[in-house]
């Protein structure tokens, strides 16, 4: 089992940005794949979660209309986009695995870097 | 519901047994999960279920708990245990906890 992310990205406010996670080596469409932010001054911060199978989309309040998370069941590649970055939006973001909804992680990618510099 | 781990930070000599703790403000009814994180490393999930270990979690690490106090246990402390661990509830919606720093004594 294997989440492969994008690289890096260095972008500038108001751009826009979608970055991805591959699954390999499993049924993406059995498990739900998360994307979670860290910083380091809030730490880890789950972001909102997609069904593969589906593409039941749930959000965490605090990233609802912020981001955008979708998948593409043909290529098992999820997704996060941004409409508008902003430079709060500089982090380090992970997809990770999931059985379900709300639960554990039992897989993560290796990270995708983001920065927001003007 | 938010989390709150304990100590920030913990100073330990390999070998020595370690206790780093996580408590919920609400019931989360053993639905906490633990993942270890090293620098420049993706959180490794190491315990699940408050007790039970992933694959590949070595038997050292043990996950207990009392009343709604979580305890993450290394009972002897390896150099490669060295870094942040992290606790999760699932109970209800998605919530971290904002770590534990093993750091060497």
């Known amino acids: 089992v294997q989440l492969v992310q994008s690289g890096a990205e260095v972008k500038k406010p108001g751009q826009s940005l979608k970055i991805s996670c591959k699954g390999s080596?499993?049924?993406?469409?059995?498990?739900?794949i998360a994307w979670v932010r860290q910083t380091p001054g809030r730490g880890l911060e789950w972001m909102g979660i997609?069904?593969?199978?589906?593409?039941?989309?749930r959000y965490s309040p605090s990233f609802r209309g912020q981001v955008t998370i979708s998948v593409d069941k043909s290529t098992t590649t999820a997704y996060l986009h941004w409409g508008s970055l902003k430079a709060s939006d500089s982090a380090m973001y992970y997809c990770?695995?999931?059985?379900?909804?709300?639960?554990?992680?039992?897989?993560w990618g290796q990270g995708t870097l983001v920065t927001v510099s003007s | 519901i938010v989390v709150t781990q304990s100590p920030a930070t913990l100073s330990v000599s390999p070998g020595e047994r370690a206790t780093l703790s996580c408590r919920a403000s609400?019931?989360?009814?053993?639905?906490l999960a633990w993942y270890q994180q090293k620098p420049g490393q993706a959180p490794r999930l190491l315990i699940y279920?408050?007790?039970t270990r992933a694959a590949g979690t070595p038997a050292r690490f043990r996950g207990s708990v009392s009343g709604t106090e979580y305890t993450l246990t290394i009972t002897s402390l390896q150099s490669e245990d060295f870094g942040v661990y992290y606790c999760?509830?699932?109970?209800?919606?998605?919530?971290f906890g904002g770590g534990t720093k093993v750091e060497m004594k």
């Open positions: 990770a695995k999931s059985v379900g909804p709300e639960y554990h992680f039992d897989s």
């Open positions: 997609i069904y593969p199978g589906d593409s039941d989309t």
């Open positions: 080596g499993y049924d993406l469409s059995t498990y739900w």
């Open positions: 609400q019931i989360v009814s053993g639905n």
């Open positions: 279920g408050a007790s």
């Open positions: 999760q509830q699932y109970n209800k919606g998605l919530t």
